[in-house]
């Protein structure tokens, strides 16, 4: 099972607090990476809110071509952050030469285009640098966003927190929402895009478990839209569901729980609703997920949710103080960086609910 978790505080928090979080459901973990997304930045990167960040981790022929590319379409680069290293032939960890947190001012010509405009443009760039980096065997290229950092790596989650000097806090690295996992889903291969948690234009999906449905998934993911690539994970599946139900669409949220896990018909038939779930049911049936799964998500609003599978096989707690609110796949991690809150408050999302955080960190539960 992959170990995820995430924390959203009403304060800046460095990458630290989430692998401490991890730290304590590493039992059985197998060495295939630690991952982390940090959304809504402060540190050095937070007066560049409005500005795309480039996260990668890649060879220098890479970084050059990845500089060049940006260059030719009128990116100009205004502040990059080089991750500092700690090499140690003690520690288990596959290394890139280059890991980069780079700033870029847009292009002249998109400065005054709209959102929907300019994220296209940032996710073109992305798959653009995303497909020379992967043919050419020079890197790999996480994210490329506002407010948005990411980063990726194999190896065992307590040495690449040591490579990276993740487990001392600075004031560089902050932000107040960061989802994380220490275990890759290891049905597949062993690659740093298949470690959670995924992103796209803003959304963020990790996942625990497994997607039994992940072929069906996969072949009508591929015809939605040109950022559904990769499927390096069954649980990319997750991410791209929700980005076309909450962004393409424009549905609110709620019903991402009917499209990934919907009622049975004859429960359909008894809701006031039902010509809208039949809709649903009947047009999005090759989205649906099955298996044992429990996915904690991210919207670019900001609020983070929990949806788990229909059978409650993946159970997920959420804990929270009057500052924090963490999600994670096991209550040992909660007891860590929460040790002090009220545990009658906490909440073990039920099978039928989806569970949201708003950005003033109150919890609300919404019935399927």
Sequence with gaps: MCRIGSIKSKNYIHPSMVLKLMRSQQKGHDNSGFAFVMQDLGGIFENYKNLPILSMACTDEGMKYAEDMLHQIGFTRVFQYNMEVYPDESLEIETMPNYVFEVFQYPKNYKNLSRDEKEALLLDTRLKLRSYLEGNDEGY??????????????????????????????????????TAQCRQNTNYDIVRYAAHPFFLQGYTTLTNGENTFY????????????????????????????????????????????????LPYEEIQKREDRD???????????????????????????????VIDSKKLRPTVVCKD???????????GANEILPNRDISQDIYTNERELVVVDNDLNIERIPQ
């Design 322 to 332: 009057k500052d924090i609110v963490v999600m994670t796949s096991e209550v040992c």
């Design 276 to 306: 809208v779930l039949q809709r649903i049911k009947a047009s999005l049936s090759n989205l649906e997920i099955n298996g044992p799964n429990t996915t904690i998500g991210v919207l670019p609003d900001g609020r983070m949710f929990n």
């Design 215 to 262: 072929e069906k998934n996969k072949l009508a993911q591929q015809k939605l839209h040109k950022g559904y690539i990769g499927f390096e994970s069954d649980s990319q599946c997750f991410l791209y569901s929700l980005h076309y139900v909450h962004k393409i669409l424009k549905w609110p949220l709620k019903y991402y729980k009917h499209v990934i896990t919907p």
């Design 141 to 178: 290229v996480y994210s490329f966003y506002e407010d948005v950092i990411s980063l990726k790596e194999i190896g065992n989650p307590n040495d690449i927190g040591k490579y990276f000097n993740l487990w001392s806090e600075d004031v560089n690295l902050k932000a107040k929402i960061i």
